[in-house]
């Protein structure tokens, strides 16, 4: 427990390490609540990115599908190369055939098409925006999304597009170095303004403690503590 090795400092240093402890606390808890927050946030923003994406490769694909023209459906694929982070995308039929293709030839991509392709168990999420029609995944590398295209109520295929997590860790891994450099120069702060206001209780305890003794060793009753609040030390 943190209050028994407290309970054995002097006063002053008791104030200073309770304090401390508290704000560190608060403080700790609000930086993490808003780096989950921030998180959360980042991930909305790539499912709505991709999302959008989704629908207008797959509106400018439904023409292609129907006339089964796989050259124009890769050349929409391609077109989502614009996107560094797209890894990787694909129509498919609903036989399951695949219709069209496109993987990025980046380097930093090749590892993680590696990882695609020995991927089994995709764990898919629905939409709630698009529930039944949409549905994507988050894996450790790469975040991938499947929507339906669909005309007049007849599933023409799905298109599946993959887009590379560098870019969003890194985001993180700075919010995250920004959280931790705020919460250091708060408890630094902290610690001096503490240091600080804590002489408002300490000082009249301490002129307290010293006319108790004058008085025990000298025996003049006739002393007085001086005055410096009006709470119970001033009473």
């Known amino acids: 427990m943190f209050l028994n090795p407290v ?5 002053k240093q008791k104030i200073i390490a309770i304090s401390m402890f508290t704000s560190l606390v608060v403080v700790g808890l609000a930086a993490l609540s808003f780096f989950i927050t921030q998180y959360n946030m980042n991930q909305n923003i790539l499912i709505d990115s991709v999302s959008s994406l989704a629908r207008i490769t797959g509106l400018n694909s439904q023409a292609a599908i129907m006339f089964k023209d796989e050259d124009s459906a890769r050349e929409n694929l391609q077109a989502l190369a614009e996107k560094k982070q797209n890894i990787l995308s694909e129509i498919i039929l609903p036989d ?10 980046q380097k930093p991509h090749l590892t993680i098409l590696k990882k695609i392709q020995n991927t089994k168990n995709v764990p898919w999420k629905d939409s709630q925006k698009k529930s039944g029609n949409e549905r994507y995944a988050f894996l450790d590398d790469y975040f991938v999304l499947e929507q339906m295209i669909i005309v007049r109520g007849r599933k023409l295929g799905k298109i599946r597009i993959y887009s590379d997590l560098t870019q969003m860790h890194d985001t993180l891994k700075w919010q995250g170095m920004v959280i931790v450099l705020t919460l250091i120069v708060v408890s630094f702060l902290g610690f001096l303004l503490i240091s600080w206001l804590q002489n408002y209780i300490l000082e009249p305890i301490s002129r307290l403690n010293s006319t108790i003794k004058e008085v025990t060793e000298n025996g003049d009753y006739r002393l007085k503590a001086e005055k410096y609040n009006n709470d119970e030390l001033g009473e």
Do not use: M, N
């Open 7 to 11: 309970r054995y400092l002097p006063i």
């Open 96 to 105: 399951g055939r695949l219709f069209a293709r496109y993987e990025s030839k």
